[in-house]
């Protein structure tokens, strides 16, 4: 149990943080099922646009630290691939 004044209020701030997390995180694993059950439907042109619209939102969670970059840049090229062989 935090003690020290700097430690109650580190505390705090990490429940604030894992919070704010946690709903980024959740916005864009939304957005990657969009894509995936587009993907699982057959239709291209709605995997393209879940795809378009998927990308900036987990690039962002890597700016934001919920995602390392290397891992959203998997995810996108997965998809990315997924989506083209649906062609």
């Known amino acids: 149990m935090a003690n020290s004044p700097q430690a109650k209020k580190r505390a ?3 429940e604030k943080r894992f919070a ?7 916005r864009i694993r939304t957005y990657l099922r969009k894509v995936e059950e587009a993907i ?3 239709d291209r042109e709605a995997a393209t646009a ?3 619209a998927a990308e900036p939102e987990l690039m962002r969670g890597v700016t934001k630290g919920v995602f390392h970059k290397n891992t ?6 997965r998809l990315a691939a997924r989506v083209k062989a649906l062609g």
């Open 20 to 26: 704010v997390n946690k709903a980024r995180r959740s």
């Open 72 to 77: 959203a840049s998997r995810k996108v090229s």
């Open 12 to 14: 705090r701030q990490n």
């Open 40 to 42: 699982a439907s057959g």
């Open 50 to 52: 879940a795809l378009r």
